[in-house]
């Protein structure tokens, strides 16, 4: 396999992640237009942490499609793996003001919110895929520290 073909499974993944992230940030974006759910308890608090994961997902994402590409500086895997472990340290605070969110919706969003976790699920299961195809390629040993 050359090089860059190994890179395309985490590439493949974290631009799936970044696609369902998209989502929640225009559902839960949306959430701020609606009179209903405009100040609902969570939604701040949760952007306050899905900005940065996004962050780390569209950085996590380029640098996959550097590798793709045919780049072989280990600076780059090194950013990338970074950017992988930053976005979930960030994920698991979405998913609890999520869920703050859920609890506390008025009943008409609750399902709306619900969807907005789904999406959320969807972006962290790509995510622990492209970081399973990562360590395969660098071993564990990249990922210390």
């Known amino acids: 396999m ?9 590439a493949t993944e974290l631009n799936l992640s970044l696609y369902s992230e998209k989502m929640v940030c225009s559902m839960s974006t949306q959430l701020y237009y ?9 939604n701040s608090e949760m952007h306050s942490h899905l900005v940065p994961a ?32 930053n976005s979930e340290q960030r994920d698991r605070n979405v998913q609890n003001w999520l869920n703050v969110m859920r609890d506390t919706a008025p009943t008409a969003y609750k399902l709306f919110v619900q969807n907005i976790i789904l999406w959320q699920d969807h972006a962290e299961r790509h995510l622990q895929n492209a970081k399973h ?13």
């Open 34 to 42: 609606i009179p209903e759910t405009k100040d609902l308890q969570g």
């Open 54 to 85: 996004s962050y780390h997902r569209i950085t996590a994402s380029g640098s996959a499609q550097r590798l793709v590409n045919g780049e072989r500086e280990w600076t780059i895997v090194q950013s990338m793996i970074s950017c992988i472990k």
């Open 133 to 145: 195809y990562t360590m395969q390629i660098t071993g564990p040993a990249a990922w210390q520290g």
């Open 2 to 10: 050359r090089q860059t073909e190994m890179w395309e499974s985490v």
